[in-house]
């Protein structure tokens, strides 16, 4: 009996970190749909988005720009999107601090 138990409990593990790991999965590949259009000089910031303060920027984006988001964060004040730029290097745009627009739009 007590085996059985342990099964069923390592079953429901297993299962409930797999439910888990797919849901992240797809809202990663949900963020990966979406792409930045920079419409004025827009600063990028190091590292991924970790929060709504903003250190110095390390590029200044022209306008006409189109980024690929790699993964969009929501927080309590901001939202931030990490994203590939045209170097192949990666960094995140704090939305509200330049002027972008994302396609498809953000809801």
């Known amino acids: 009996m007590k085996k059985v138990t342990i099964r069923v409990v390592l079953l429901v593990v297993i299962v409930g ?4 790991f797919a849901m992240w999965a797809n809202d990663v590949h949900q963020d990966r749909k979406h792409v930045v259009i920079v419409n004025s000089k827009t600063p990028i910031f190091g590292g991924r988005g970790e929060g709504c303060e903003t250190p110095t920027p390390i590029f200044l984006v022209q306008p006409g720009a189109v980024l690929r988001v790699r993964r969009i964060r929501y927080w309590k004040e901001c939202a931030t999107l990490d994203v ?20 498809p739009p953000l809801h």
């Open 84 to 103: 590939k730029l045209p170097d192949r290097a990666s960094g995140h745009i704090v939305l509200g601090i330049g002027n972008v627009s994302v396609r």
């Open 17 to 20: 970190l797999c439910a888990i």
